[in-house]
């Protein structure tokens, strides 16, 4: 693991850590409890539905340049974390995904002609 990576899952645990701090543990915890274990359930069932986006998604891809499940589930579990925790409308998170897959060696035209039809098609739903 290099430098880059130590220090930004560094810097997130300690944002992390002070929110705690900052918002006190005690009432976290009790929005926490207050949910219970059915928190948890929310979690399964968005399970299907992600893995669902994410295999669509791939296959749009053409048949010889395909990229492995594994790659397309985590760019798109970075993209939708783009979308959830900035103001992007979705499109920031699109770009990441097409972002991350051209980083690890899908060609940039595939990435991105898939993530264009990807957005036109959920536009039309």
Do not use: H, Y
């Amino acid at each position: 693991m290099n430098r880059k990576k130590i220090l930004s899952i560094l810097i997130a645990i300690g944002l992390f850590s002070a929110i705690f701090v900052w918002q006190g543990i005690t009432p976290v915890l009790a929005k926490l409890s207050l949910a219970g274990w059915s928190l948890l359930f929310v979690c399964l069932f968005a399970l299907p539905v992600f893995l669902g986006n994410s295999e669509a998604w791939r296959a749009l891809f053409p048949d010889g340049r395909r990229p492995p499940m594994f790659k397309t589930l985590w760019a798109s579990s970075m993209g939708a974390a783009v979308n959830a925790l900035l103001p992007v409308a979705t499109i920031g998170g699109s770009l990441v995904k097409a972002r991350v897959l051209s980083l690890w060696g899908i060609p940039p035209v595939d990435t991105i002609s898939t993530v264009v039809v990807d957005k036109t098609v959920q536009a039309v739903v």
